[in-house]
């Protein structure tokens, strides 16, 4: 069992970085549906931070109007039906458009992870944990 440092409840007035949301079922679907995590979303869109999302999670930011005319990408799917203005779908497995940073799923999880430590501290600190992976 994970248990977590702290309660939603506590740091929802607490600023941060950049805002991450895990994918996975019905995990994203618990997310979409929290009225705090929507508001916490678009507080991060207004401040000009870092959103993120991977796998079934896009979906979280479509209906919180931050994919509205971006460019991203999701586990295949789980945006149909999302009411998405002019979204612009890509089959890669990490797009970055603006502040909003989404992936495709577990496959590429590595991609995301490393490209987040790349925005948030630079090419440098990521060539570093990149190395240590042994990646091919």
Same mark, same amino acid.
């Not at 994203?28 to 705090?36: C, F, Q, S, W, Y």
């Not at 789980?78 to 577990?106: F, N, Q």
């Given at each position: ?14 600023? $941060?970085?950049?805002?991450? #949301? ?8 618990? #997310? ?5 995590? %929507?508001? #916490? ?17 896009? &979906?979280?930011?479509? =209906? ?5 005319? %971006? ?6 799917? =789980? !945006? ?11 089959? &890669? ?5 603006? &502040? ?11 991609? $995301?992870? !490393? ?7 630079? &090419?440098?600190? %990521? ?7 042994? %990646?091919?």
């Amino acid at each position: 069992m994970i248990v977590p440092d702290t309660t939603l409840d506590a740091v929802l007035e607490r600023d $941060f970085d950049m805002l991450v #949301l895990p994918g996975g079922l019905p995990g994203a679907d618990h #997310l979409e549906a929290d009225p705090r995590i %929507r508001a #916490l979303l678009q507080k991060m869109a207004d401040s000009g931070r870092w959103t993120g999302a991977i796998c079934a999670a896009p &979906k979280v930011l479509a =209906s919180a109007g931050l994919l509205d005319g %971006r460019h991203a990408t999701s586990y295949p799917g =789980s !945006l149909e039906g999302k009411p998405v203005k002019d979204l612009i779908y890509e089959e &890669k497995p990490v797009v970055v458009d603006g &502040k909003v940073v989404t992936s495709r799923g577990p496959g590429t999880a590595m991609d $995301f992870a !490393l490209t987040l430590i790349e925005l948030l501290a630079g &090419k440098a600190k %990521r060539d570093e944990v990149e190395g240590a992976l042994m %990646r091919p």
